[in-house]
């Protein structure tokens, strides 16, 4: 299925994505192209629905924050409702009377070296340690983060290191993960 991990520095942001997609009868592909993309100025990691994030990786521009903007607004007030809006347009927002309306996968997005993880709720987190994993190898990942002392990062070059690494742990214990492996950067 997917391995994304990201780790957040003091003015940056490092993520990084297996390549192997899957169905639910296991029949596999590995991605011709990474699931993760910039779009304009903004990092979009995608897992779960492949239509889910065709359509936030190429079916439209991402509204831009500004430069004094907070993070925190911008993520709530913009993103989220145009990323929603998105979804509704192309048919794949999922809504019954009562319901809260969902998205048939997870996202991490990083706006300006700031990570954020949007759940299928349309919700987002941030978390204080600044690491984040999804996906089905994200748990064996996490763990390689911390047996592999993620806590002591400093630089970009170290968590680039690291997260290539945490990938290549998930792919050798989760088959539905696979390389190549794809590390994208960002800076504030």
């Keep these: 299925m997917t391995t994304l991990v990201a780790i957040q520095g003091d003015g940056w942001s490092v993520l990084g994505c297996d390549s192997r997609l899957s169905d639910e009868h296991g029949r596999f592909q590995i991605a011709k192209t990474p699931k993760i993309v910039e779009n304009n100025g903004v990092l979009i990691a995608g897992c779960g629905s492949s239509r889910a994030s065709n359509v936030l990786h190429y079916g439209y521009k991402q509204p831009k924050p500004t430069v004094q903007e907070d993070l925190n607004t911008y993520m709530t007030q913009k993103f989220i409702p145009a990323m929603r809006k998105s979804f509704v347009d192309a048919g794949i927002d999922m809504k019954e009377d009562g319901d809260v309306a969902q998205i048939d996968g997870g996202f991490l997005i990083s706006v300006k070296g700031q990570v954020f993880s949007v759940s299928e709720d349309?919700?987002?987190?941030?978390?204080?340690?600044?690491?984040?994993?999804?996906?089905?190898?994200?748990?064996?990942?996490?763990?390689?983060?911390?047996?592999?002392?993620?806590?002591?990062?400093?630089?970009?070059?170290?968590?680039?290191?690291?997260?290539?690494?945490?990938?290549?742990?998930?792919?050798?214990?989760?088959?539905?993960?696979s390389e190549p492996i794809h590390i994208f950067t960002q800076f504030k």
């Design 122 to 177: 349309y919700s987002w987190d941030t978390d204080v340690r600044n690491v984040y994993v999804m996906g089905s190898g994200g748990d064996v990942a996490l763990g390689a983060l911390a047996a592999l002392g993620v806590e002591k990062i400093k630089t970009i070059n170290q968590a680039e290191t690291m997260v290539r690494k945490a990938i290549a742990i998930a792919i050798q214990y989760d088959n539905m993960c």
